[in-house]
């Protein structure tokens, strides 16, 4: 009970402990395995976050797209969001028995079609804020 903070934190950090967030982001981004790792928990977050409030669908495309290493990567994968919430949304309707009624709302079901197809690339279009990540290799 009598171990000081720097005991416990040390008192400097490591060289290798002193990398920013942006660094280890671009990290998990060149690297294959942590970028799906990324990309699913992302995707699952946004999912999480799109079933609470229409914002989700801007939240989970950011999320994905920063899991990616360039912007174009980032934009196709805020796509892929898009689709994948459609699905979901889909499979939501069908095991409610109401698929058929959905399908069959015109308007409506464009607009529902049409929201996520364009929040998930828009909030990937975050992914631009920062420069890309220097891919080394073929990944």
């Known amino acids: 009970m009598s171990e000081s903070l720097e005991d416990v934190y040390g008192s400097e950090a490591d060289d290798d402990d002193s990398v920013g967030p942006l660094a280890r982001l671009y990290d ?3 690297s294959p395995r942590e970028r799906w790792v990324l990309t699913v928990a992302a995707t699952a977050f946004g999912l999480a976050l799109a079933t609470v409030h229409w914002g ?3 939240a989970g495309g950011a999320l994905v797209g920063f899991s990616q290493p360039t912007l174009r990567r980032a934009l196709v994968a805020g796509l892929a969001f898009g689709v994948v919430v459609l699905l979901a949304m ?4 069908a095991l409610a028995g109401t698929l ?3 399908l069959a709302m015109g308007q409506l079901l ?5 929201v996520p197809l364009v929040a998930g690339p828009l909030g990937a279009a975050a992914r631009g804020l920062v420069p890309d990540a220097s891919l080394s290799g073929g990944s």
């Open 28 to 30: 998990a981004q060149t």
């Open 56 to 58: 989700g669908l801007l």
């Open 90 to 93: 889909a499979g939501q309707f």
């Open 100 to 102: 058929g009624q959905y």
């Open 110 to 114: 464009a607009v529902s079609v049409a």
